[in-house]
């Protein structure tokens, strides 16, 4: 039975749920020893993993948003028409799985915008969403919102407002709110004017402690962090902040036995690898405990 997570005299609060499909030689960790001509060789698995997340969610009955990789989508399309048969959300993890700032604005443009064709083509369904590949957008690649604008995005989450070597854009809000060009054509986060191109922007969640975001909402941190202490921070974003958490996790997570890669030293590995053998019994509680539906329903967008 889900906890309530009811704030006195309120509606519980629903939480959103999000999933990146992509395989373990995906992951910008490993982006140096795992370069795309390799791919097609390895051995694939995001199939049987991310079915096995589908499994999980059916017994649990909730929907997610499943940020997709059209890579994946190109090379097994009945799973894409299972994510979408099952009630979930399909959205944008772009194509190849490549860092924006590794990409020129053109790169980019390509990229998503054949993401997303892609994936309608496939799927029958509309694509609103996109999330970045480690969450790569930032201050130096600005245009991206521009881009994702012009490709018929609707949301962008994107932005995980911590410091990290691979990502992070600290000093944006926490929650969900809206990316804005100002009057110089730059892009921040703000309240658009009639009229005004504006991307819906929902960061990843993060716990405010000792005047400093702290990453509580999936992934490695997920696997890092003691159960307790994750279902703890999400309490305190639904009960004392009373806002819905965003929540992601990639099917790769929920298997121990994925093949190793060479060669990435030891702090890809760690991030890595850490814990997999707990993560599936983790996301069972986590669906117990919290109740959650899509990033679409989150944002009421129809």
């Not at 990789?69 to 009945?78: D, E, F, I, M, T």
């Not at 819905?244 to 030891?266: I, K, S």
């Not at 983790?282 to 990033?295: E, Y």
């Amino acid at each position: 039975m889900k906890t309530d997570n009811r704030v006195a005299g309120k509606q519980p609060i629903t939480n959103m749920l999000s999933i990146d499909v992509e395989d373990y030689f995906h992951v910008s960790a490993f982006e140096k020893v795992s370069p795309p001509q390799t791919w097609q060789e390895c051995e694939w698995r995001f199939e049987a993993n991310t079915d096995r997340v589908l499994g999980l969610l059916e017994q649990q009955q909730t929907h997610a948003t499943f940020f997709v990789l059209s890579w994946v989508a190109q090379r097994c399309p009945a799973l894409i028409r299972r994510i979408v048969a099952g009630g979930h959300e399909l959205a944008s993890h772009g194509h190849g799985h490549r860092r924006i700032n590794t990409l020129s604005r053109a790169e980019f443009r390509s990229d998503i915008r054949y993401a997303k064709e892609h994936l309608e083509q496939v799927s029958g369904a509309a694509v609103s969403g996109y999330r970045a590949p480690s969450y790569s957008i930032s201050l130096q690649t600005p245009w991206a919102f521009d881009e994702l604008l012009e490709a018929g995005y609707r949301y962008d989450s994107s932005i995980f407002p911590v410091k990290h070597d691979f990502y992070g854009l600290a000093d944006w809000p926490r929650f969900a709110g809206f990316a804005v060009r100002d009057a110089h054509g730059v892009w921040h986060a703000g309240e658009p004017e009639p009229a005004q191109p504006a991307l819906k922007e929902l960061p990843i969640s993060t716990l405010r402690l000792g005047g400093r975001n702290l990453p509580i909402a999936g992934g490695g941190y997920f696997r890092l962090l003691p159960y307790a202490a994750t279902r703890w921070g999400l309490r305190q974003l639904n009960n004392k902040e009373e806002q819905p958490f965003v929540f992601y996790l990639h099917p790769w997570e929920l298997d121990p036995e994925q093949p190793r890669m060479q060669g990435a030293g030891w702090k890809s590995n760690f991030r890595h690898y850490l814990n997999l053998t707990r993560t599936e019994a983790r996301f069972v509680r986590l669906l117990q405990d919290f109740r959650f539906d899509t990033i679409k329903a989150g944002l009421s967008l129809t």
